[in-house]
């Protein structure tokens, strides 16, 4: 006798691992939200997961924009800390935007916070130039050049969105100067003093001296950020031609989000022997191939 096997049926919708962003069965992406008591889809007009994304991120930021300006235009009350929110929110909707630059700028927020008591319960239409020029003539003084430019550029950007809203009609803090920043004087070790560090590192005793010291050759030789170090594999090490391919971690990349190689022709003779060196007994510690 036979059994009819029975198929499962195609959804129609099926989640992602994305908020506010569902596929067709089609394979299109959608994007899903809610508005104003009602529900609001979206066409992304895509099939590619990544693309998706970057839109659902510019779909959600002009929809608050909507919700704000509808919210507010009226009574004009927007506080600092309602513009603040949509900011920052923009910021975590923003996939071009890294953990550590979102992490930065909270920090660079509850810095300017803090030195501003009651900021953030100040509707912006009240926050005069003279306000913004009192902060800073304050600021300027207690915190480094780079952490008071910063502070500004973040201060700037939520009057923005209270003019993109049709709050305000100008940016309070325009004409607020940024300070110059001098550039740091480093004092580096000679190479031979950077050779006695590595060569003490390696003979402390430790289970993991030599890989500390491995470590710090790496570093040394190649360029590389620790985060970018921790990320190369042996196939990306090519012993004939002395390059490595840097690929950064594998969700956020690199730095500026391309994949670069790291060449030891660009190096003095001496370093690129090092290098090298440093390469091949690593290879020849963990049984790796050198071909």
Request: glycine share 6%.
């Amino acid at each position: 006798m036979k059994t009819s096997e029975k198929t499962a049926p195609v959804k129609t919708w099926e989640k992602t691992s994305q908020q506010n962003l569902v596929r067709h069965k089609s394979g299109r992406y959608y994007a899903r939200t809610f508005g104003n008591n009602k529900e609001i889809w979206k066409s992304l007009r895509t099939t590619h997961f990544s693309v998706a994304k970057a839109r659902l991120a510019e779909f959600l930021r002009e929809q608050r924009e909507k919700q704000v300006a509808t919210a507010n235009q009226s009574s004009a009350k927007m506080t600092f800390a309602e513009a603040l929110a949509i900011h920052l929110q923009n910021q975590a909707d923003d996939v071009t935007i890294k953990p550590g630059t979102r992490h930065y700028w909270k920090q660079i927020f509850t810095s300017l916070l803090k030195s501003w008591p009651g900021l953030d319960e100040r509707e912006l239409r009240r926050i005069t130039k003279t306000d913004c020029t009192d902060w800073a003539r304050k600021f300027r003084k207690l915190a480094s050049s780079t952490r008071y430019n910063n502070t500004l550029a973040g201060l700037r950007r939520v009057f923005e969105i209270a003019i993109e809203a049709g709050i305000i009609y100008g940016n309070p803090a325009a004409k607020l100067e940024r300070v110059p920043v001098r550039a740091k004087q480093l004092t580096l070790p000679s190479r031979a003093e950077f050779l006695q560090l590595v060569e003490a590192v390696e003979r402390a005793g430790a289970w993991c001296s030599r890989d500390c010291a491995d470590f710090l050759r790496g570093l040394a030789f190649t360029g590389c950020r620790k985060s970018e170090a921790a990320g190369i594999k042996w196939r990306d090490l090519d012993f004939a031609t002395g390059e490595i391919v840097v690929r950064g971690d594998a969700i956020t990349g690199t730095k500026n989000w391309s994949v670069r190689r790291a060449d030891d022709s660009r190096c003095t003779h001496a370093v690129s022997t090092d290098a090298r060196r440093a390469r091949r007994r690593i290879a020849q510690r963990q049984g790796v191939s050198r071909e």
